[in-house]
């Protein structure tokens, strides 16, 4: 049983900044691969980015490249999510997934977090 928590959502500006962590625990979660996806209101769940443990595969949406930033912290057990220059249409629920395999597809997660909502509005 792997499990996943999510923190650092709020309310931000347009432009501004935010980074989003994810604790993860349990047996095995060091096998997996770590992502992060986010849903609108009304949207379909989208891929943001992942990452493996290993720290030698990253991989982002079109949407956010160049914006935000995924890594890991093997020590602390945490992925975090930095994103910068935020817009309005990155208001969602943000969740910490993980994985068994390389994905983009909210279908092929093993895992979820429970969420954590940004708001980016003036």
């Known amino acids: 049983q792997v499990q996943l928590v999510e923190s650092g959502g709020g309310l931000v500006q347009p432009g501004y900044s935010l980074r989003l962590s994810c604790a993860a625990s349990g047996r095995t979660y060091r096998s997996l691969i770590m992502y992060w996806f986010r849903q609108a209101p009304g949207k379909e769940r989208e891929f943001v980015a992942r990452?493996?443990?290993?720290?030698?595969?990253?991989y982002y949406a079109d949407s956010v490249k160049g914006r935000f930033t995924i890594s890991r912290d093997s020590a602390k057990n945490t992925v975090s999510l930095q994103m910068n220059s935020l817009k309005p249409e990155d208001t969602a629920v943000y969740y910490c997934?993980?994985?068994?395999?390389?994905?983009?597809?909210?279908?092929?997660?093993?895992?979820w977090g429970k969420g954590t909502l940004v708001t980016v509005s003036s």
């Open positions: 990452i493996n443990w290993g720290n030698t595969n990253k």
């Open positions: 997934a993980a994985g068994r395999y390389y994905s983009t597809a909210a279908g092929g997660m093993d895992y």
